[in-house]
């Protein structure tokens, strides 16, 4: 990502320009789908943090995630390199695919160092795994409610009442 883009999406963050200014100079003649996605295989590619936090603004901001994006953030939610854990594992938990079910396992059960102090992730990643509720997603669950962390096993065994209610 170039300087001029990250100048102009902090403007966008800082409420300097619209959402409509930023598409307007941000476009040009390019398509913003497939310029988003070149962007985040480059920034993944370079382990850019600081750069992923501002696409992750971008693609939230104008909706541009959706499941051609699953393989990437089932592989960058268990990476340590960024600091989008979180908002992975809701994107994830939206898409509700079966495929992130090992990513979002091995999430919950991971202390990413900058988030020592919580178990927000592991939270996010037990409720993405209640909303995915396939016999994969809940023989995790069941693995996840016998965790010696109070937080984890109260939630797992939450989302594996709530799946049972459900059917």
């Known amino acids: 990502m170039n300087q001029e883009l990250r100048i102009l999406i902090k403007k966008l963050i800082g409420g300097e320009i619209t959402d409509i200014e930023f598409l307007d100079l941000f476009k040009g003649n390019i398509e913003i789908t497939s310029y988003f996605d070149k962007l985040l295989e480059a920034t993944c ?4 943090k600081d750069d992923l936090g501002l696409l992750f603004y971008i693609g939230f901001t104008f ?44 999430a919950a059960i991971t202390k990413f160092e900058y988030l020592h102090y919580t178990n927000a992730l592991a939270v996010k990643c037990i409720w993405a795994l209640g909303d995915i509720n396939t016999p994969e997603s809940k023989e995790i669950l069941e693995l996840l409610s016998k965790s010696k962390e109070k937080e984890i096993e109260k939630n797992a065994l939450h989302q594996l009442k709530r799946i049972s209610i459900k059917r």
């Open 45 to 48: 590619r370079e382990k850019n």
């Open 63 to 106: 909706d541009l995630f959706d499941e051609r994006h699953l393989e990437m953030l089932n592989q960058l939610l268990t990476e340590a390199w960024h600091k989008a854990h979180e908002d992975i594992a809701g994107l994830l938990q939206y898409f509700q695919s079966n495929s992130s079910v090992e990513s979002l396992y091995k």
